[in-house]
């Protein structure tokens, strides 16, 4: 199997499939900056599959974070096709969701009642509604806090919180923009495998942008590799690994080695050599 997929590749591919859930369709976005035009996004064009977990990587100001946003409506000034179901994109929906690297809760509202603004467009009793927030504070683990405000939380607590706020409405496709970014490592990694067994048991489909190609590979099922300014694909990267993954195995050390590539260019990206230091005095060496 190739190493991955080039763009007019992945086109063809997907051209006799079933009908996607999401479709990018030549999509284009450019801002005004001081009065001239800047091309944020060119000829995009992606299709995504019921359940499947897509990231998309790439140097920052790539426009990752753009298409995160046209996507879920809160932007509708672009060209091209954006479908979710075959219906254009309008607006924002409540299929789809989103969680953003800040966690942006409200300091003045409990973990509960931040969980619950998630619900504001849903027709709910209130029995429905709190049985609905009470779920996803379990479904992350924050039983016993939900009367706790935010300066009360840890970062991987807020973060769970703003989780929790995405899903509650039930939405098809959950978008994250760098969710973990600003987490320590441990932290991070814990939400990851979270993160995984919340998609295993909703069938959720999932959109993130990150940096990091290591959180790429781990958890999606593609990579998709942008290219800067304008922002458009250069390669989607298949993860053909089954889950639970090993973060250190061989098998997504390569994957991870060819997405670095990938993003840096094929030059620009070195290996280690695996070159001994030689003479190298034991009392310099730490213990």
């Known amino acids: 199997m190739n190493a991955f997929i080039t763009p007019a590749l992945h086109a063809a591919n997907q051209a006799d499939a079933t009908p996607p859930l999401v479709s990018f369709e030549k999509v284009g976005k ?12 060119r000829d995009f064009d992606l299709s995504i599959e019921q359940g499947e977990f897509i990231a998309i ?14 996507l879920v409506g809160l932007d509708n000034d672009y060209s091209g096709q954006i479908r ?20 942006r809760l409200f300091p003045w509202l409990t973990v509960a009642q931040n969980i619950g603004l998630g619900l504001v467009n849903e027709t709910l009793t209130q029995g429905e509604r709190a049985r609905r927030i009470h779920e996803y504070v379990q479904l992350v683990g924050l039983v016993g806090f939900e009367s706790a405000y935010p300066h009360q939380l840890s970062g991987g607590m807020a973060q769970r919180v703003a989780i929790a706020r995405g899903l509650v409405a039930s939405p098809r496709i959950l978008l994250l923009d760098e969710p973990f970014g600003a987490l320590d490592a441990l932290t991070r990694q814990q939400l990851q495998n979270e993160l995984l067994a919340i998609r295993e048991r909703s069938g959720i489909t999932i959109l993130l942008v990150t940096h990091d190609a290591e959180e790429a590979t781990y958890l999606a ?10 922002g458009r694909i250069k390669a989607v990267v298949p993860i053909d690994l089954t889950h639970p993954r090993q973060r250190t195995g061989v098998g997504l050390h390569g994957l991870r080695e060819k ?12 290996k280690p050599t695996g070159q001994r230091v030689e003479g ?7 213990l």
């Open 30 to 41: 450019t801002f005004s900056v001081d009065g001239q035009p800047f091309e944020a996004i």
């Open 57 to 70: 990587v790439g140097s920052s100001g790539c426009g990752k974070s753009t298409l995160l946003r046209l």
């Open 259 to 270: 997405v670095l590539q990938q993003i840096t260019g094929d030059d620009g990206y070195l």
């Open 221 to 230: 099922d593609r990579v998709v590799v942008l290219e800067p300014r304008p």
């Open 84 to 103: 979710v179901d075959g219906q254009p994109v309008n607006g924002i929906g409540g299929e789809r969701g989103i969680v953003f690297q800040e966690h």
């Open 280 to 286: 190298l005095r034991p009392e310099l060496i730490a």
